[in-house]
C-alpha cells in the first residue's frame, strides 16, 4: 500500500484572534483544531504559563486532526557527510576540520556509492547528503556525484546540500545572476538536473540575527538561508526547516523563529499557489549538544562570579519577537549557556505543532533526546520519529550517542499507541506495519536488540558507525550501549 501524496494546507491560513486570551480554553480548543492562529505574543505566554502537559495534549490533539490516530511513521535513509572540511567555524559544530587538518577527510564516489548500496541493502529509500563547505570542490564535483548516484540507483531520494552549503556553492562558484536568488537559481538548477530531489533543512539554528553571529562564525544570514528554500520551492522541490535550541538565546527568538519559517510558507503557498511549486514539508527541532564544542564551554548564568540567577537569563532579556534584539542589550549575552532538557525539548516540540499551522510533519528528535524521549514526543505533537540511524556523524560528534534499527524504532512506535509505518521523503507511507510481520512483532528476544553507539569508529570514511546493526559491516558487540527497549 503506498499512499498519495499530499498536500494538506488551506489555501489560507486560519484567522489571528490577536485579541483573545492565550489561556483562555475556547481560543485553545480553536487553535488545536486548526481552526485559529497562534500570535507570537500568545504563543509566548503558552509557553511561560501553560503546563507541559496541556500544552503536550492540545499539540497531540492538533496532530490527530492532520494525521489521524492511527499511523506514526519513520523513513529509512542514510546520512552522508561526504566532507568534514568547511570554511565556517559555527562554535557549536564539534564536526568541521580545517583543510590541513590530519582526519579532514572527503569520500570518494566510490565509498559514497557503497554507502548508499548498503542502504538499498536494508530498504532504504532515501539518502541526507551534506557536508561541510568544502573550498575544493568544484560545481562539476557535485554534478558527477548525483549523476553517479541516480546512475547507479535511480530508485533512491536525493536530499542533500543545505541552505548554507548553496550560499557557499554562490561564493565559490560565482554563478550568473543579478541577484543572490538568480545566482542561487543558477547552481540550484543544474543539481536538480543532476539528481537533486529535495533540500534539508540544516543550518537553521536560530534565525534571530543577535544569536545568529554569536554562534555561526562564517554561515549564512537567516534571510539568505530562506532564500535558498524559496528558491527550492520555486522550482518545485520540497525542502524541511530546523531548529537548534538551548543555548544562548531567549525563548523569545524561538518564537520568532517559528514564525519566520511559517510567514515565508504562507508566502510559497500564496504566490506559488495550491497545487503549485515546493514547500516546507517538515520541521525537526532539537537541543544543542554541548560536548567538544566551543559552545559548551560556556558557563551556564549563574556559575560566574558576578552573575545573579534571580535575574533573568541574557537571551531572554536579548529576545525580541520580531528577531531585532541586539547584544548591547545585556552585557552577558552569548557568554552564558542555558542547556535544554527533556522538558524544554518536548515544550518546544509541542508549540511548533500548534505554531506551524501550515506545515504537515513535525519530527520527533530521537537522535538527540533518546529513543525514549522521542518516543514521548509522538504524545507532543510529532508524527514521525524521523529515520532509523545507520550513520550519523554530526551530532555524534558532540557526544550524542544513539542509534536504533527498524524493529526497534517499530517497537518504540508501537509502544507509544500507534502503528509503525515506513514513509518516503514525501510522507507517503509505503509499509504500514499491522500484521504479525512486522520488523517488531517479529523479534522473539528482544534482549539482543540495542541501541548502540553511533559513529563508533569514528571514521565515516570506512565505516557507517551503526551498520553492524544491518549485517553490513563488522559488529563489535563490546561497543553496544545498554538503552534496551524496555518491556520485553
Ligand atoms: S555546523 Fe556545518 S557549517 Fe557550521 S562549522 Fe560545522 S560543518 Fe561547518
Known amino acids: ?13 486560519p484567522p489571528t484572534r490577536t485579541d483573545a486570551d492565550p489561556l483562555d480554553r475556547g481560543f485553545l480548543d480553536a487553535v488545536a483544531d486548526g481552526e485559529a492562529r497562534l500570535t507570537a505574543e500568545q504563543a509566548l505566554a503558552l509557553w511561560h504559563r501553560l503546563p507541559l502537559t496541556d500544552l503536550g495534549r492540545l499539540a497531540d490533539r492538533r496532530c490527530r486532526g492532520l494525521h489521524g490516530d492511527r499511523i506514526r511513521t519513520y523513513v529509512i535513509d542514510r546520512n552522508i557527510n561526504y566532507t568534514n572540511v568547511c570554511t565556517a567555524k559555527c562554535t557549536f559544530c564539534a564536526f568541521r576540520r580545517d583543510l590541513d587538518d590530519s582526519d579532514a577527510y572527503t569520500l570518494e564516489y566510490d565509498a559514497l556509492l ?59 562558484f560565482d554563478p550568473p545572476g543579478a541577484t543572490l536568488k538568480d545566482k542561487i ?46 528558491v527550492a520551492h520555486e522550482l518545485g522541490l520540497n525542502t524541511s526547516a530546523t531548529m537548534m535550541f538551548g543555548h544562548i538565546e531567549g525563548v523569545g527568538d524561538r518564537i520568532h523563529h517559528l514564525d519566520m519559517v511559517r510567514r515565508w510558507q504562507d508566502d510559497a ?12 514539508h517538515a520541521f525537526i527541532s532539537w537541543p544543542f549538544q554541548p560536548d567538544h564544542t566551543p559552545l559548551g564551554n560556556l ?43 527533556a522538558n524544554t525539548y518536548l515544550r518546544t516540540q509541542a508549540l511548533s505543532r500548534l505554531y506551524l499551522d501550515n506545515i504537515w510533519s513535525i519530527g520527533s528528535s530521537w537522535v538527540t533526546m533518546g529513543p525514549h524521549i522521542g518516543q514521548v514526543g509522538l504524545r507532543y505533537g510529532a508524527n514521525d520519529m524521523g529515520s532509523v540511524m545507520m550513520e550519523e556523524n554530526v551530532v555524534s560528534s558532540a557526544g550524542t550517542t544513539h ?86
Open 114 to 172: 557503497e554507502k548508499v548500496r548498503e542502504l538499498v541493502a536494508i530498504g532504504g529509500t532515501q539518502i541526507l547528503m551534506q557536508g561541510g563547505m568544502n573550498p575544493e570542490l568544484p560545481l562539476d564535483w557535485y554534478l558527477e556525484l548525483l549523476g553517479r548516484i541516480k546512475t547507479a540507483f535511480p530508485e533512491v531520494h536525493v536530499h542533500a546540500f543545505s541552505p548554507p552549503e548553496f550560499i557557499e556553492f554562490v561564493n565559490f
Open 269 to 280: 503557498i500564496r504566490d506559488l499557489g495550491p497545487e503549485g511549486g515546493g514547500r516546507y
Open 185 to 230: 537559481r543558477s547552481v540550484m538548477e543544474p543539481l536538480v538536473d543532476a539528481g537533486l530531489d529535495s533540500v534539508p533543512g540544516g543550518g537553521g539554528e536560530i534565525f534571530a540575527d543577535a544569536v545568529r553571529r554569536k554562534i555561526g562564525l562564517g554561515k549564512c544570514t537567516a534571510e539568505a538561508w530562506l532564500t535558498v528554500m524559496r
Open 299 to 341: 558557563k551556564a548564568w549563574g556559575d560566574v562570579e558576578g552573575d545573579d540567577p534571580a535575574q533573568p537569563f541574557p537571551g531572554d532579556v536579548v529576545a525580541k519577537l520580531d528577531g531585532t534584539g541586539t547584544k548591547a542589550d545585556h552585557p552577558e549575552f552569548g557568554r552564558r549557556l542555558r542547556l535544554a532538557g
Open 1 to 13: 500500500m503506498i499512499s498519495e501524496p499530499h498536500r494538506t494546507e488551506a489555501s489560507s491560513p
Open 403 to 488: 542509534c536504533l534499527n527498524e524493529p526497534m524504532i517499530c517497537r518504540l512506535v508501537r509502544d507509544a499507541g500507534f502503528v509503525p509505518a515506513q514513509r518516503d521523503n514525501d510522507y507517503r507511507v509505503l509499509r504500514p506495519h499491522f500484521g504479525p510481520s512486522a520488523p517488531d512483532l517479529d523479534v522473539e528476544d528482544w534482549s539482543r536488540f540495542r541501541a548502540k553507539a553511533l559513529h563508533r569508529e569514528n571514521d565515516p570514511t570506512t565505516d557507517a558507525g551503526c551498520g553492524s546493526h544491518y549485517g553490513t559491516t563488522s559488529g563489535d558487540a563490546s561497543a553496544i550501549v545498554d538503552l534496551t527497549v524496555e518491556g520485553n
